[in-house]
């Protein structure tokens, strides 16, 4: 199975992180959305997209990226890091998954995991989750990776 992660990692590397323990366990190559095209994307049978969250949504440039693409069929997944949980009312990664199925992915599963974060009021404090991803999210994203890989 031919798998890409494409991924928006800006702040800490969190995102990236999470990327590469999936990575391992698919042997995918991780790719920032300006480092691929759209004919590399349609060429895997897997392809997975992730950011980190700001303010509640995914990366702008993940979601240019994704509005981008033309209509195709494909599994997909969707990953991402924040300092604060999803609203389970709006969970973040919804918005990049109806998109996804929108484009004719079939949206397999999502993972988030907690991350280090210094947005706005949390870089008064130093920050929030500083030791996150930790190895038991970094272990998590492995095991999406493996039921994702079947």
């Known amino acids: 199975m031919k798998t890409l992660l494409v ?3 800006v702040s800490h590397g969190n995102t990236r992180r999470v ?3 999936m990575a391992e366990v698919l042997a995918a190559r991780v790719v920032a959305p300006h480092e691929v095209t759209a004919a590399e994307v349609a060429a895997h049978d897997l392809v997975g997209f992730g950011s980190g969250v700001f303010s509640q949504r995914m990366h702008p440039d993940l979601l240019a990226f994704v509005r981008a693409l033309p209509t195709a069929s494909g599994r997909a997944f969707v990953f991402a890091t924040s300092g604060l949980p999803e609203i389970p009312f709006a ?3 919804r918005p990049l998954v109806r998109l996804l199925e929108g484009r004719g992915y079939a949206v397999e599963d999502t993972f988030t995991c907690r991350a280090f974060d210094t947005w706005a009021p949390f870089r008064l404090v130093g920050g929030i ?3 996150r991803p930790d190895a038991g999210d970094l272990s998590a994203a492995r ?3 493996t039921r994702l890989r079947g």
Do not use: G, N, V
Request: hydrophobic share 40%; aromatic share 6%; net charge positive.
């Open 129 to 131: 989750r500083k030791h």
């Open 143 to 145: 095991a999406l990776a």
């Open 91 to 93: 969970p973040y990664t």
């Open 7 to 9: 991924c928006t990692s």
């Open 19 to 21: 990327a590469a323990a």
